[in-house]
């Protein structure tokens, strides 16, 4: 039956030859063409002031990067995508039938021969193989039969081998995964830090609308308004330093004049005691921290998306501002001609806001250098799970084939 068979396919062989100078080869073969990360990557992928500042030192200061720091971070970015590119050629492999092997290489196999596993076989062949494969030895996990590494199914699965596992204590972690999630904490660290940058920011921003708000009505003499403004910013500022903001100080000062009118000053003592402790912006961070080596980097990242969006809290504070029932105060025009010549005469209010800037601006140059402190260690990052990556292969190896020589023993 089987010479049968091997003589089909060998007539089939011949007569497709007559069809095609090709001949009858098993399968035809596609390989991945690893772009160039200067020519494919760089001002195409990667915005071309951290190629420039990396491989030329120029731009540097505009990315806010030493050259070595770029590089760190050009390489760390060139290499996720890689894998995006790596992982898309696979995908595309199998989803049109092939066969995708080590080294970038995809076969599809020709007709009469068929897929089976990762090989094109002819029929004949699968009848051999299927008595051969008895009593043969069959690892499991990512492996191929001779116990060398199947590295598209280690690509997939090899993190459920490795020491990031959250359920091993950290101190019997690998060295590799130690090392890398002490410098998770560090980026998480920064993040909360930026967190509380960008709220303190948003605050700070609405807090200006309401002082302007605040001057217009004293402009114009617009008592109710001014009262109104006033109480509010009161409400605000409070509510900001109660749940230990340091956004609100900056219109402290603003407020402490205008408690010098009495009536005033005493609808402010009032809105002080209205201000809750439970406001949304009883956030406590410090809970974020020091996750990714206690309890894992799954943890971390979690908690520190639970912080949520720092404006979109800040709007919801606002929203809670105003609908807050205030109380109300009557003061004469001689009270308001005061408080004009005080803040608006003596720019009181242009020297707070003046301040303002001052302090975001501030705020926003820390937000940078976290922002970039974080790139180079998200590099640093990579480094060490490519190495605990490289770790768990060698182990996974050493394992399957001190189990091969005792099955065959």
Not at 202 to 207: H, K, S, T, Y
Not at 231 to 238: E, K, V
Not at 334 to 339: F, R
Request: hydrophobic share 35%.
């Amino acid at each position: 039956m089987k010479k049968v068979l091997k003589i089909t396919v060998l007539s089939l062989c011949i007569g497709a030859f007559l069809f095609t100078l090709s001949g009858c080869t098993r399968s035809k073969t596609t390989r991945f063409k690893k772009p160039s990360i200067k020519d494919d990557f760089c001002g195409i992928i990667m915005n071309f002031q951290y190629c420039k500042c990396a491989f030329h030192n120029e731009y540097c200061d505009v990315v806010g990067l030493s050259s070595a720091g770029a590089n760190s971070y050009i390489r760390a970015e060139y290499s996720r995508w890689l894998d995006y590119r790596m992982n898309k050629f696979k995908d595309d492999c199998r989803q049109q039938g092939g066969i995708y092997h080590e080294n970038g290489k995809c076969e599809y196999c020709n007709e009469p021969y068929y897929r089976k596993g990762n090989k094109c076989i002819a029929a004949e062949e699968d009848e051999d193989e299927d008595e051969q494969e008895e009593g043969e030895f069959k690892p499991d996990g990512p492996f191929n039969n001779d116990c060398s590494i199947n590295e598209d199914q280690f690509s997939q699965d090899w993190m459920k081998y490795s020491d990031f596992d959250n359920r091993i204590p950290f101190e019997s972690r690998s060295w590799e995964a130690q090392s890398g999630l002490k410098l998770q904490d560090q980026i998480i660290s920064l993040k909360v830090e930026n967190f509380k940058l960008q709220r303190d920011m948003e605050i700070d921003r609405q807090l200006r609308l309401e002082v302007r708000e605040f001057r217009n009505a004293l402009a114009k003499n617009l008592k109710a308004n001014l009262v109104k403004a006033t109480l509010r910013l009161s409400y605000i500022t409070y509510t900001t330093i109660k749940n230990g903001w340091g956004a609100g100080k900056s219109y402290e000062s603003i407020l402490t004049g205008t408690e010098n009118i009495k009536r005033l000053g005493a609808a402010i003592s009032t809105v002080r005691g209205l201000v809750p402790s439970d406001s949304s912006l009883a956030i406590d961070t410090n809970s974020v921290t020091g996750k990714a080596a206690s309890g894992g980097l799954s943890v971390a990242i979690e908690a520190l998306e639970n912080l949520g969006d720092p404006k979109s809290i800040v709007n919801k504070v606002m929203t809670e501002t105003s609908a807050a029932i205030l109380p109300s105060a009557d003061i004469t025009p001689e009270e308001v001609a005061i408080l004009k010549d005080q803040y608006i005469v003596k720019n009181i209010v242009e020297h707070s806001l003046a301040e303002s800037y001052k302090e975001n601006a501030k705020r926003r140059k820390k937000l940078l250098d976290n922002q970039n402190k974080i790139k180079e260690l998200e590099a640093s990052f990579a480094a060490w799970e490519a190495k605990e990556k490289q770790r768990v292969k060698q182990m996974l190896e050493d394992s399957c084939l001190k189990q091969k020589e005792n099955y065959e023993e």
